[in-house]
């Protein structure tokens, strides 16, 4: 890749300035400052997104799964369905949609 980019482009700034650009850079989770200076000039912007939240989402999602095939293996042993599952799987359900529904409206301020 060194090879390919055989010209410079040079400029001056701030001390100021310089230490913008660098703590843009370590937000961004870039290390390397040619990088960052190269993908800002070409692309005009980064997004860097903290999936925390859609994470939890995913282990929520497994934990409620597992539940449901919990209490479809007891509905196959015994023949009957007890009314404690059906509120934890109401309570999974709810829990899911409620995340589901903050990861869409965190989503909907990025546009």
């Known amino acids: 890749m060194a090879k390919e980019r055989g010209v410079g482009i040079y400029f001056k700034v701030s001390e100021k300035e310089r230490g913008l650009i660098g ?15 190269r993908k800002m000039a070409l692309n005009g912007y980064i997004i860097r997104l903290d999936i925390t939240t859609l994470k939890d989402l995913v282990r929520l ?48 301020k990025l546009t």
């Open 23 to 37: 703590k843009r850079c370590e937000e961004a989770g870039i290390r390397n400052l040619s990088a960052y200076l």
């Open 61 to 108: 999602m497994h934990v409620t799964a597992n539940n449901v095939n919990q209490i479809a293996r007891r509905i196959n042993e015994t023949h009957s369905v007890y009314f404690e599952d059906m509120q934890d799987l109401q309570q999974g359900y709810s829990q899911v949609w409620s995340g589901v529904r903050n990861v869409l409206r965190e989503l909907s």
